[in-house]
């Protein structure tokens, strides 16, 4: 009966790994539909952000 039990936790834990592994992809293709010209004004962006910030 234990030996069922390490089964049930081993799957469990494999099922967890692919999951995240399932997430992990999906951001990653997100991510990845910008455009360059988009990539490039939000950097714009977060760069003139950052020197109104400055002291």
Request: proline share 4%; glycine share 6%.
């Amino acid at each position: 009966m234990q030996s069922n039990w390490w089964k049930a936790l081993g799957l469990a834990g494999l099922a967890s790994v692919v999951a995240t592994g399932a997430v992990i992809a999906r951001n990653e293709r997100q991510r990845r539909a910008y455009s360059p010209d988009e990539i490039r004004e939000r950097l714009h962006e977060r760069h003139a952000r950052a020197e109104q910030q400055r002291p």
